[in-house]
Structures are given as structure tokens and as C-alpha cells.
């Protein structure tokens, strides 16, 4: 079945710092990838989609590619800063719009 | 702007007892989702619906039932609460049409604490 796997539980940076967190999936459909990202006591929201098409996403300074061969997706950002401390879901999508999510990974960035 | 709302946004219960939480959502979307949020698991979908009447399990809904009364309600029911089923609850909808069809939109979530 479909099926998403996030090994980073924490990742702590300073600000300025460059961020990459890696996902692995398992699909039998053209992948629709997505990265949600939650703030403390809300909901998880949509932060980038990347799919078969165009290959890449970019939102907000975050950049989501991902490697077909692998079966692999990244979420990236050049520099990050304190307000983007918050946890970052890889998401796969499903039939009926139905999300598989990682486990996440809790970010946070030190002044 | 997507707009889902949860009632209540937490709620202590007694084993065995029987929980119902809410969602609402003004989207005008066709599906609707509930979630459960552990720590160390991301979210796990417990039930969708895709039309107003039915509904579909997801990935565990065991101990869970729901219920789609109209297109903007989706309840989620615990008929007889168990201490597992302490966790933070989300609710969500999507489109089924349209440039953002496969985005989902979150409620704020529901804590749950079964005692």
C-alpha cells in the first residue's frame, strides 16, 4: 500500500542555516508529494505540492523536489529563521484526495 | 479563505463512556476527513466521506464511527472511549475539482483525554 517514511523525529539549526529533510515513499500511482507544515496548537497547512509535472514546488523560501528513481523527496530552504520553527509533514497523496503523512519533523531554529 | 471549524476543542471523558466530536466546515467542499494526531506517528486517517450519507473507513477506524449528515457537518463518534483513544483529533476538507482539488484544509484540532 501507499506508505511515507520521515527519519528526522528533531532537526535544530541556528538562524541563517540551510535545512534539508529527506522522505521516502511508496506508491503504485503517479505521485502527488506534499509538505505540510503545523504551528503550535493549529492545524497542519499546505506548504508545497510537487508532482509528476512539474517536479518541483517553491513556496514562501522553501524548495520540495523530488527523485523518481529513489523514490525520495526533500524539502529545502536556503536560510532559515526562527519563525519557521515549527513541525514539517511529507505527505503523499492518494486516491479520493486521501494524505498519507510521515511522522513529521519538529524544527527548530536558535536565534 | 478555507474555513473548518471543531467543537468541542477538548474534552475529558471516562472510560466507556460515549464521545462525539464535531466539524464544520463553509468550504462548500465534497470531502471531508478525521484524523487522530500521536506523538511520533504524524497523522493517521481514520474515516473520509466524499457525499453527504456515506462514509469510508480509513487506516484505523476501529473503535471509531462517523457520520455525514449534510455536506458541511462530519462527525466523529467513540461509543465506548478507551484510554488508547487519547489523542488530538483533526478534521479537514478538500475539493473535488480545481486547481487545489488534492489540498486539504485543517480544523484546529480536538484534544482528547479519556480517563
Known sequence: ?111 | EAAVTQSPRSKVAVTGGKVTLSCHQTNNHDYMYWYRQDTGHGLRLIHYSYVADSTEKGDIPDGYKASRPSQENFSLILELASLSQTAVYFCASSPDWGANQDTQYFGPGTRLLVL
Open chain 1, 1 to 111: 500500500g501507499d506508505s511515507v517514511t520521515q527519519m528526522q523525529g528533531q532537526v535544530t539549526l541556528s538562524e541563517d542555516d540551510f535545512l534539508f529533510i529527506n522522505c521516502t515513499y511508496s506508491t503504485t500511482w503517479y505521485p502527488t508529494l506534499f509538505w505540510y507544515v503545523q504551528y503550535p496548537g493549529e492545524g497542519p497547512q499546505l506548504l508545497l505540492k510537487v508532482t509528476t509535472a512539474n517536479n518541483k514546488g517553491i513556496s514562501r523560501g522553501f524548495e520540495a523536489t523530488y527523485d523518481k528513481g529513489t523514490t525520495s523527496f526533500h524539502l529545502q530552504k536556503a536560510s532559515v529563521q526562527e519563525s519557521d520553527s515549527a513541525v514539517y509533514y511529507c505527505v503523499l497523496g492518494s486516491n479520493y484526495n486521501v494524505l498519507y503523512f510521515g511522522s513529521g519533523t519538529k524544527l527548530t531554529v536558535e536565534p
